[in-house]
């Protein structure tokens, strides 16, 4: 059964940094996209970055690029994102998800949602002082 499990979540001062993992089981990752998405309370669902399954691409939303950085380490199944510069505003829980590579090109990425079938149970982020 294919799971995902976030860790490294936690409460961190602005412009502080956390790194997010995303451990993958009951399936290896070389032949998956995997993705970042957040959701804040009382806001919609946001693609935060993504990485294809060659990791020879990656993509990111406006909000978060300079400061984030996602990266795959397939001989540990596990996929990471570096958060630098934190803001108040990334306040949200994190979830990791997973998309088939499918007929995709292996430099396929997506910021949409609706692309990724998988999704863990997330992990909460916040940016206070």
């Known amino acids: 059964q294919l799971q995902l499990v976030e860790s490294g979540g936690g409460l961190v001062q602005p412009g502080g940094s956390l790194r997010l993992s995303c451990a993958a089981s009951?399936?290896?990752?070389?032949?998956?996209?995997i993705g970042w998405f957040r959701q804040a309370p009382g806001k919609e669902r946001e693609g935060v970055s993504c990485i294809s399954s060659s990791g020879a691409s990656t993509n990111y939303a406006v909000s978060v690029k300079g400061r984030f950085t996602i990266s795959r380490d397939n001989t540990k199944n596990t996929v990471y994102l570096q958060m630098n510069s934190l803001k108040s505003e990334d306040t949200a829980v994190y979830y990791c998800?997973?998309?088939?590579?499918?007929?995709?090109?292996?430099?396929?990425?997506?910021?949409?949602?609706?692309?990724?079938?998988?999704w863990g149970q997330g992990t909460q982020v916040t940016v206070s002082s």
């Open positions: 998800v997973a998309a088939p590579l499918g007929p995709h090109s292996p430099f396929w990425t997506s910021l949409d949602g609706h692309d990724f079938p998988s």
């Open positions: 009951g399936f290896t990752l070389d032949h998956y996209v």
